[in-house]
Every structure is written in structure tokens, then in C-alpha cells.
């Protein structure tokens, strides 16, 4: 299960942490509080200040950092059973994990949906407007096309009940970079076996960590990446993670030029 927490190191804001979360710094889009900027009323009152947080977190303009490529490594050796992820910067995309492997629950921008006739385009066919600061509009019904990202009061996508499977199936919980703070995702945290350990890799402690922790809780406090570089060493997979974080930069510094 991770959140905003894990592409901060990728130079993402992530929403809470004060100061630096993208909720402390919405002002300049203009909005009424925070939050407004994922809530459908506001959106079709004014859907310029959600376009442009998108236009900023454009897919292309920022990298996996060694946390998305450390669950790819898990991935690759046949240990991910799923990767949770509450985030819609599609960087777990980008480092390679299959989207099989995948429960982007709070939406992604790979494809996008038209407000009114209900008819799914690509991503293909809106970035473009986004990228020229224009409200993507359907061809068809001229109504506001909006990303499949999940705005509060909006259901989950369906492969979010994936989790009525894999929970109960995991023999491991790693919770990384997330404030457990928005429902129905932080109660995945409780949908593991009693038995199960459960590892929280955060700055701060979290969720039922802090006040019901579970006797094979472990809990380490502190910067995800340099967390995860320890984690990595006791692994023992420190060269195997690097020379996967080498390929894949290789690859997408291809893909830029
Ligand atoms: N290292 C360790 N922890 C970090 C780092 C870092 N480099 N950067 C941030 N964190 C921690 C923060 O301390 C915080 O506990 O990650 C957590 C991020 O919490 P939030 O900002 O609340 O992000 P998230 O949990 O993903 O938010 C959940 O809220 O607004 C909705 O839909 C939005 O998906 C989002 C959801």
C-alpha cells in the first residue's frame, strides 16, 4: 500500500505535509479549500484549477525514484502479490510494474472519461488541451472530459475489490509514503491476517501503527528512500536494484530524446 509519500523523493508534493503538501500550496489556484480541487461541484463550477494541478503532474515531467523500482524488484524476483497505490502520478507504470499488478484506487491519468455521454477517451486524444491550458471538451457532445481520477464522493475503480482477494492472501503488508488518512484505502491496512507482520516505512507514524498496533507491526520512521536503501542492504539486493535503476533510466532517457 503506498500514497503520496513515496514520489516526494521524485520531486512530487504530496498532499498533508505542511508547508510542502500540494494542500498548503493550492492557494494559487484559486479554490475555496484544498480538497475543492477533487470534488465534482467545484470542478464543473470551475474545472481550470484541477487541469492545471494535472498539466503539473503531466506523466512525463517527472522519474520513478529507487521505491517505485524497488517494488518492480519485488515484482520481477515474484514476491508483489499487488502494489496498492493511492497516487495518480503513474510512476508505478513507468518503472515497469505491470498494471496487472496494479490497484490504482484513486484513478489514474492514462485514460479519461467525457462528463456527459459517459464515452472514454485515451490519453491520447485530451493531454494535448491540458498541455495548452484548454478544458478538454468530448467531440461528440462538446460536454467537460475529466481524467479517471477518483474525486471525493466518486466510487473506486472496480479493480479496487481485487483487495477482497489479495488481502487475505498477502503473508506480508508493506505500507509506504501515506497519512492512512482517506477511506475506504487506509482500512486495507486492517484486511491482513492477525498473524500477518506488517511493515510501515513513513516519516511519521500512522494510521492504526499509532494507536492499535499489531504485535508483528514493525515500523520504521524516516525518509522512504534512505528506508528503503537499508531495507534493500539486509535484502541483500543493493547491486540488483541498482543495476535495474541504471536499465530503466537508460530506457526512459531514450524515450526522451
Ligand atoms: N519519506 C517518508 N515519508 C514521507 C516522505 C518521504 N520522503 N514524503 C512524505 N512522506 C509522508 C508524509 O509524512 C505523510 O505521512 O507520506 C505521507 C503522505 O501523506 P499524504 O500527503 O496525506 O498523502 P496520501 O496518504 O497519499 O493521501 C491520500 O488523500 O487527498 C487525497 O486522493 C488524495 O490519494 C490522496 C489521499
Known sequence: ???????TPSGIPDFRS??????SNLLQYNIPYPEAIFELEFFFHNP?????????????NYRPNITHYFFRLLHDKGLLLRLYTQNIDGLERVSGIPVSKLVEAHGTFASATCTVCRRSFPEKDWWADVMMDRVPCCPVCAGIVKPDIVFFGEPLPERFLLHVLDFPMADLLLILGTSLEVEPFASLSEAVGASVPRLLINRDLVGTFAWRPRSRDVV????VVHSVERLVELLGW???LQDLVQRETRKLDGQDR
Do not use: H, N, R
Not at 1 to 7: D, L, P, Q, R, Y
Not at 18 to 23: A, W
Not at 48 to 60: E, W
Open 220 to 223: 520504521q520512521l524516516g525518509d
Open 48 to 60: 481550470k484549477p484541477f487541469f492545471t494541478l494535472a498539466k503539473q503532474l503531466y506523466p512525463g
Open 18 to 23: 505542511p508547508g510542502s503538501g500540494l494542500y
Open 238 to 240: 543493493t547491486k540488483e
Open 1 to 7: 500500500m503506498v500514497g503520496a509519500g513515496i514520489s
